[in-house]
């Protein structure tokens, strides 16, 4: 069932264990299953997730693994994780990582909260609720050493979405595919803003060409932002 994905791996230097294969295995058996009833991948087909959730994910994991972002006890957040891309994906591969998931949807916690149980993973945590209320919670508000989103927003909206959750030294990645440097661009005044400084790492991936963004926050972020929800969307820095 999982020919492509324990075949594919190797590229990126990660070697599943007998575990590991069974949680992606469970993951997919999940997915179907609850896709029947909640919309949480476009295309739920075991080869289609295989590749497009669970390798790009790995992908994105073994960049920041290499370069160090991605430490082996690292804290680490995904805003709009939606059916757990990128980041349940990192906690099976790199199980030491403390894992908050967060997700403006209540049927896709719960269905995230279902992967948690059924996958036995230890210090992960499922939220609901949005970006721009919860990153002014204390206990979340400028403490993670990493924050990734995938596919929620263009990069200035979804700077003032993440960049608050991080602690000042701490990044935010996200990949990106041809538009990246346009993107990049178009975020100068919210990385002034909102205190991070911006460089690209090479994705490796099969198919079109994508970056990881990466921001390093320099300072705290001003404690106005993010702004109220819906906002950030609306009216971009
Ligand atoms: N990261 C996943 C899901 C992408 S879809 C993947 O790559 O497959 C974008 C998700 O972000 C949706 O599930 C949406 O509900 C969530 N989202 C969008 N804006 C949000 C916000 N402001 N706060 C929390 N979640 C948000």
Known sequence: MLATLSRETAAYG????????????????????WSQRVNLVGNADAEVVQRRHFLESI???AALRER???????????????????????????????????EA???????????????ELDETAVLTGRAETLAHTPGLRGRFDLVVARA?????????????FARVGGRVVTPKGSRAAEEIAAAG?????LGGK???VPLPVPGPPQTLVAVMKERETPSEYPRRPGLPAKSPL
């Open 59 to 61: 992908a994105l994991g």
């Open 105 to 119: 949807t209540a049927k896709k916690t719960a269905f995230l909260s279902a992967l948690v149980e059924s996958l």
């Open 14 to 33: 990660v070697r599943l264990t007998p575990r590991q294969t069974r949680q992606f295995e469970t993951y997919l058996s999940l997915l179907a299953d």
């Open 68 to 102: 160090e972002i991605l430490r082996p006890d690292t804290d680490l957040l995904d805003v709009g994780a939606g059916a757990g891309f990128p980041g349940a994906v990192l906690k099976i591969v790199w199980p030491g990582i403390r894992l908050t998931l967060l």
């Open 189 to 193: 005044h919210a990385l002034a803003v």
């Open 152 to 164: 929620v927003a263009p990069l200035a909206v979804l700077l003032e979405l993440t960049l608050p």
């Open 198 to 200: 911006v460089f690209t």
